[in-house]
Nanobody, 121 residues
Framework: QVQLVESGGGLVQPGGSLRLSCAASGSILTIFNMGWYRQAPGKQRELLADITNGGSTNYSDSVKGRFTISRDNSKNTVYLQMNSLKAEDTAVYYC???????????????WGQGTQVTVSS
């Protein structure tokens, strides 16, 4: 079994910062790409950023220059540093990871449960 658990969401004022974390645990052999998505009410889930296990990153235009994705492979954890937050960044934020399980040697995409980020004064 594999689990992804996000943390770090909350309420922040416009212009503020938050750091999200997502830790993968369980029967893990290898983690390939890890990513962060968000879904605002009434909108589709959108990819914000992803990172390979070698550290190469990719960002959507909506967050480029404001958000930074990073990962600690020793902790099976991916982070999203969010700066200069705007009201339109309000959403539920999800992480995902492309994982090969150790117990069944099955490769699959796993998702976290989501964490709410609200940007408001």
């Amino acid at each position: 079994q594999v689990q992804l658990v996000e943390s770090g969401g909350g309420l922040v004022q416009p212009g503020g910062s938050l750091r999200l974390s997502c830790a993968a645990s369980g029967s893990i052999l290898t983690i390939f790409n890890m990513g962060w998505y968000r879904q605002a009410p009434g909108k589709q889930r959108e990819l914000l950023a992803d990172i390979t296990n070698g550290g190469s990153t990719n960002y959507s235009d909506s967050v480029k220059g404001r958000f930074t994705i990073s990962r600690d492979n020793s902790k099976n954890t991916v982070y999203l540093q969010m700066n200069s937050l705007k009201a339109e960044d309000t959403a539920v934020y999800y992480c995902n990871a492309d994982i090969i399980r150790l117990d069944r040697i099955i490769r699959n995409i796993y998702w976290g449960q989501g964490t709410q980020v609200t940007v408001s004064s």
